[in-house]
């Protein structure tokens, strides 16, 4: 990697540093500072911070590399998840924000939860946090692997004269470092601190996925050059519907269904500064999102081009985004794109640490341990929270061959089916009891689990493989709606149940 792009990434990670600690003295004195800014985000904050932890690596290298390797039909899953975002700031994004604070100040999605259903607190609480922190720690541990990855390519021998035996290597190397600066500024600035890195990265990330695209299309010499070349390849590689089945596009579209059960993104709109706020957040982040998923769209189509008429191996589609930045770009420029690539990686961390690291606080310690802790015990715990899913995350991600990160493919629909019907119905159902909510949750997280286990997302009855979240979600719904009815109407809400 030459010296100007070594310089851009160092830049970036400096500007990470520097937001973690302007945070730090703006927000951490307390829980609600620590854990959601003090719910005082305005609007552009929330809704880039909502779309930069939404979509990850995913939007730089996954959904790039499916366009690339099969074409313009494998854009449905980004039409799905638009369409669930959009759902997502429409149904949850306002109740939510409102409901939280009316129950005494809810911090976290468990305590929410158990503030809604008094009745089954504890079970709400411990059962749900347990899922956020088990799938959050191997959701990290894929975030750390890509950054490893990343390292991997763009630093190849940098540790070539370290004997193998001391445990560096280029890939760990990345690991640790994308650990390292996450950490920095998660552990210091808190909520506030990720918050405003992501909306850095998310601004980073848009311009990357305009930037690209439009370089790569005009190296073609325009759409006439890039579009013959694709049809060459493929009559039907720019058809939307090409080769798409009813079962292929219902499994692709529902993916949007995710949103509602996503903590990592609903806990931005418990920080949005007002409820008259969010139609301005939400007009600013499906904007924003828009933008983003035509530019990635953009990278896979413009970069298959590129790469078939100037013969460029590729050997693995997901690495065109880095393969463009390296030979279209001057050094300093490359060093930014991939800023752009670890920042769609890093915003996604920190926001898993975090909602990992205030259940294990909020929904824990504090219930369990330490009911009269202060509030600066609580920072500290927070912090020390963090540092240890981070560990177990980044142990995890040493290995990029473990089977863990198979399971990271389906943690999308485990939380969509567990926590997307309990939410919407919490919200926006009256009726709904605490038996259901818990029989919502259970049902949800099983169903996608023994879905998965018997391979009926790959191939059901001999036929196409279903997604998971279809059976999860409707599962999860029939369970909510018949335990509820079956019970006693919940009476008028009062003061929420004490932790004791």
């Excluded at 990697?1 to 004195?29: H, N, P, R």
């Excluded at 769209?297 to 078939?308: K, N, S, T």
């Excluded at 008429?309 to 880095?322: C, M, Q, W, Y």
């Excluded at 606080?361 to 009269?372: G, I, P, V």
């Amino acid at each position: 990697m030459q010296t100007g792009t070594i310089v851009s990434l160092a830049i970036y990670f400096i500007a990470m540093l520097a937001i973690g600690v302007y945070a730090w003295a703006k927000s951490t004195d307390d829980s609600e500072g620590y854990l959601l800014g003090g719910r005082q985000l305005p609007p552009s904050v929330a809704a880039l911070s909502a779309g930069a932890s939404d979509m990850s690596g995913w939007l730089l290298l996954g959904l790039p590399g499916a366009l690339y390797a099969t074409g313009l039909v494998e854009a449905w899953i980004g039409i799905g998840l638009f369409i669930g975002a959009f759902a997502n700031w429409i149904l949850v994004a306002p109740r939510l924000r409102q409901q939280t604070e009316e129950l005494d100040d809810s911090l976290t999605i468990p305590e929410f939860l158990s503030r809604r259903f008094p009745t089954q607190a504890i079970p709400l609480r411990v059962i749900s946090a347990l899922i956020i922190v088990v799938f959050f720690s191997v959701y990290t541990a894929a975030g750390l692997v890509g950054g490893g990855l990343l390292f991997q390519t763009s630093f190849a021998g940098l540790f070539g004269d370290v004997p193998a035996s001391l445990g560096a290597s280029d890939y760990s190397f990345g690991i640790w470092i994308t650990a390292g600066v996450v950490l920095a500024y998660t552990m210091v600035g808190g909520f506030l601190a990720v918050s405003l890195t992501d909306f850095v990265q998310g601004c980073i990330m848009v311009v990357a996925l305009v930037l690209m695209p439009i370089v790569a299309t005009l190296g073609e010499g325009g759409i006439g050059p890039m579009t013959n070349a694709l049809t060459a390849i493929d009559p039907d590689f720019l058809h939307i519907t090409a080769g798409l089945t009813f079962l292929g596009f219902l499994s692709a579209v529902t993916w949007g269904l995710g949103y509602f059960g996503q903590p990592h993104i609903i806990v931005r709109f418990m920080a949005i500064r007002s409820l008259k706020d969010v139609p301005t957040a939400r007009n600013i982040g499906m904007s924003w999102m828009g933008i983003a998923l035509l530019g990635s769209i953009g990278v896979g189509i413009a970069g298959r081009a590129f790469a078939e008429r100037n013969g460029i191996p590729v050997e693995n589609s997901e690495t065109i985004f880095i393969v463009l930045a390296d030979m279209l770009f001057h050094p300093l420029i490359t060093g930014f794109l991939l800023a752009a690539l670890l920042a769609a990686i890093m915003s996604t961390i920190s926001s898993q640490l975090l909602v990992a690291s205030s259940s294990l606080t909020e929904d824990f310690y504090r219930l369990f341990l330490r009911k009269q802790a202060s509030e600066k015990e609580m920072v500290n715990v927070g912090r020390v929270c963090v540092l240890l899913v981070a560990v177990v995350a980044g142990v995890i991600a040493l290995d990029p061959e473990s089977e863990v990160l198979g399971l990271v493919s389906n943690a999308w629909a485990g939380f969509g089916a567990a926590f997307g019907p309990l939410i919407l119905f919490a919200l926006m159902w009256k009726r709904m009891t605490g038996a259901g909510a818990v029989a919502g949750l259970v049902t949800g997280a099983a169903v996608v689990i023994l879905w998965i286990a018997l391979g009926w997302n790959s191939s059901f009855l001999g036929g196409e493989g279903i997604y998971e979240i279809i059976p999860g979600f409707l599962a999860a719904t029939a369970a909510i709606v018949l335990v509820s009815l079956a019970g006693k109407a919940p009476e008028p809400r009062r003061a929420p149940l004490s932790a004791e």
